[in-house]
């Protein structure tokens, strides 16, 4: 079974991607996972791009979401909505359909103190998500706040408490994948 991991975030010492890369740590046995690093190299949408050949940035987008049995999001939220980074590569997932039908789930980090706790944010990817057809596995949405002094030098986070939580997001969503028979087992580089 393979999972792509994909941060809302730009910044290098987010907590969003820090989730991500604990999540990496911690997947269960029998998966693998990837975390996309390409989020700020995308252009910026335009339909009229949206043909082959595609930029290679794109290309390279879609050719990590068509591997993946699942995909697991965590993204901050700037000004009320999703990052504008991140919108752009949900836009560039419209024209591509790899996340039609893709299981998919999101960890919300947001400190629970932060105006909104990023639930505008999450909402609208939920939107998003629904527009473009993926299966969004609810169980697997999680909120686990992360501040920032529990990320390590090495970018991951810690705290046992909250890789616990992380690593029980990751079973919730492995179950669900093994009792739909949605997982494959393979990797980007198996395919």
């Not at 629904?130 to 909120?143: F, L, S």
Request: aromatic share 6%; glycine share 10%; charged share 15%.
């Amino acid at each position: 079974m393979h999972l792509l991991l994909i941060s809302g975030s730009t910044r290098a010492g987010s907590t969003n991607t820090a989730v991500l890369r604990t999540a990496g740590a911690v997947v269960p046995s029998g998966v693998t996972s990837v975390l996309y690093t390409g989020l700020a190299t995308l252009p910026a949408f335009n339909p009229d791009d949206d043909f082959a050949p595609l930029p290679s940035a794109v290309a390279d987008l879609r050719q990590h979401i068509a591997a993946a049995d699942a995909v697991l999001f965590c993204t901050p939220e700037y000004a009320g909505a999703l990052p504008g980074s991140f919108k752009n590569l949900l836009d560039w997932t419209v024209g591509g359909g790899e996340l039609y039908g893709k299981h998919v789930a999101w960890i919300n980090a947001a400190s629970l103190a932060a105006p909104t706790g990023a639930t505008d944010a999450h909402a609208s990817l939920a939107r998003v998500l629904g527009y473009v057809g993926a299966v969004v596995v609810e169980p697997a949405c999680a909120r686990i706040s992360v501040g920032r002094e529990v990320v390590g030098t090495d970018g991951q986070i810690g705290d046992p408490a909250i890789r616990t939580q992380i690593a029980d997001v990751l079973e919730t969503l492995v179950q669900h994948l093994s009792a739909t028979g949605s997982g494959s087992g393979e990797s980007l580089d198996e395919r």
